[in-house]
């Protein structure tokens, strides 16, 4: 479990200038906030449904927004309490805030059509379970998703940024997400990484910008030519990510599905300078992608607020609470109204979460694909291998003389030093390899990964800082040089393989002396996946650990399986 220390990559402070994260290109667009409440612009015009009455965005004057946050004040308080200056207890009115859209959702003829019958076996087939009132069907293609493209021939940039990067059909995930993100209900994803989890909420966040700058009407007669966000106006959309890698991933995939909408973005996270990312947000972003501790800095001293977010994502919120940061999500939400639409998005549902999607969401529907148990994918063939650390290397090396050739490899370590250890060891055996971890700057992480998906570095060994939310394609293996402590990160590294239906393979080097505890819960997810469990893992079941590996050749050898 994360609490905070050690490996903390998600946020950490400024150490050294490699340049922002912003992705501020485009404009065009937009009219007034909303085409109900009067006045036209955003806040401005008269006629009250601004940010604090009479006119622009936070002015002076009648009623303010919702008892008034501080956003104010440079720095981080008096206490050194990261946050500790921003008002968490606001009291919200509600009728002084400006009304906004958040259903969009038109059941296609086709899903009307549909019977109950094919809607329950399309749930079984693709292992889907939907809890909640009135939760509405799925869909089949991306034309029953009601995107814009089939509601308004001026705004098709939904489904022509789809088809044109090649996506034939929806996830399930993305099937069932659709109709409830678009519907406007808060709602919980349980999802595997890798399911297509990341669209399911996007594409439904670029609907709801648009129809929150810009309503249909202004569309047709106005062609969105005026800027979506003025100066100083805080975001419409805010995802919130537990690592600056998955933030950046969310980033990208914004890029590619907000261009055609000119719909601006920046990702706000530790480890790099903050004035790239400030300037953005001064400037205006309709997006912001965040981790939780940069996010609360930004709050803090001011640069920016959160009053317009209608739409917010948590996503990997299990890792988030595993990685220590609820008391920062608190405060983040404690700054956005609470009539908000509410995504979360998790990979587990255990009683954290449901505690805090309680009392983040209201009223929530939720789905999930697959079983709430932790099971690992029965496409991966997992191979474990008992023996003593000091044969760990050498089995390594045997390992890599037949799978080195034939795809992506990624080698997982306990510690960041040992994982510079291994990774200058496999060089110096003329394997191309490189690191990656918490220690690394920015700009070294961000080429390690780069080197990688571009296929110049085979091998790439991790802490695991990698084991969650990267999506890098076509990793045919996971080594675990070093074993997890649980077992839930144990499926979630060796779910880096076997993603899109192929298939992968895990190896996994397990130490009685440091992973017997393992051992039962390893044997029940093996045997669940239907995988062939190894005679010495399964003798160690119930003995907590014990001696060393029990190789065939005087002791000194290790089992492969």
């Known amino acids: ?259 055609s909408s000119k719909i601006k973005n920046t990702c706000v996270y530790g480890g790099v300078p903050k004035g790239g990312q400030i300037a953005d947000l001064r400037r205006g972003v309709e997006v912001c992608i965040c981790t939780p501790g940069r996010m609360i800095d930004m709050l803090s001293m001011g640069k920016t607020n959160l009053r317009r977010v209608t739409y917010l994502v948590l996503d990997e919120a299990d890792r988030m609470l595993d990685m220590g940061f609820e008391p920062q999500l608190r405060k983040i939400v404690s700054q956005i109204r609470p009539d908000r639409q509410t995504l979360m998005w998790s990979a587990t549902w255990p009683k954290e979460i449901v505690s805090l999607a309680h009392d983040f969401l209201t009223d929530f529907i939720q789905v999930t694909v697959g079983s709430l148990d932790l099971t690992a994918n029965k496409k991966i063939k997992q191979i474990v291998e008992v023996m003593d650390d000091h044969q760990k290397y050498t089995a390594l090396q045997d390992h890599l003389k037949d799978i080195y050739e034939g795809g992506r490899i990624i080698i997982f370590c306990e510690t960041k030093r040992g994982a510079d250890e291994l990774s200058r060891n496999l060089r110096n055996s003329r394997y191309g390899c490189k690191a990656i971890h918490g220690n690394k700057s920015q700009e070294e992480r961000d080429y390690v990964l780069r080197e990688f998906k571009d296929g110049k570095t085979q091998i790439l060994v991790a802490t695991d800082v990698a084991s969650r939310g990267l999506d890098i394609k076509d990793i045919h293996y996971v080594v675990n040089f070093d074993m997890p402590k649980n077992i839930e990160d144990y499926i979630h590294r060796i779910g880096r393989t076997a993603r899109a239906g192929n298939k992968g393979t895990s190896i996994s080097f397990f130490t009685p002396g440091n992973n017997g505890r393992l051992a039962g819960p390893l044997v029940k997810i093996m045997e669940e996946a239907e995988q062939e469990v190894p005679r010495d893992l399964r003798a160690l079941v119930g003995r907590g650990g014990g001696g060393g590996g029990r190789g065939g050749r005087g002791g000194g050898g290790y089992n492969r399986w």
């Open 1 to 259: 479990m994360y609490s905070g220390g050690g490996d903390r990559y998600g946020d950490s402070s400024s150490r050294r200038d490699y340049g922002s994260s912003s992705s501020y290109g485009g404009g065009g667009g937009g009219g007034g906030y909303s085409s109900r409440g009067g006045g036209g612009g955003y806040g401005g015009g008269g006629g009250g449904g601004g940010y604090g009455g009479g006119g622009g965005y936070g002015g002076g004057g009648g009623g303010g927004y919702g008892g008034g946050g501080r956003g104010g004040g440079g720095g981080f308080g008096g206490s050194g309490d990261l946050g500790s200056n921003l008002d968490t207890h606001i009291q919200w009115d509600i009728s002084k805030l400006p009304v906004f859209e958040k259903n969009f959702y038109y059941e296609h003829p086709d899903v009307t059509r549909r019977s109950e019958d094919e809607y329950e076996k399309w749930k079984r087939d693709n292992q889907i379970i939907v809890s909640g009132k009135g939760v509405p069907k799925c869909v089949l293609s991306f034309e029953e998703a009601s995107f814009p493209g089939w509601l308004c021939f001026v705004l098709e940039y939904v489904l022509e940024e789809v088809v044109r990067l090649g996506f034939d059909r929806p996830t399930p995930i993305q099937c069932q997400g659709w109709p409830m993100a678009l519907s406007g209900r808060d709602m919980v994803g349980i999802s595997a990484t890798g399911s297509g989890k990341t669209l399911a909420f996007l594409l439904p966040a670029i609907v709801h910008i648009n129809a929150q700058v810009c309503s249909v009407k202004q569309a047709l007669y106005e062609a969105c030519s005026r800027p979506y966000l003025q100066p100083g106006d805080g975001p419409i959309v805010l995802m919130i990510a537990p690592t600056r890698e998955l933030a950046v991933q969310i980033q990208q995939e914004t890029n590619k599905f907000g261009a």
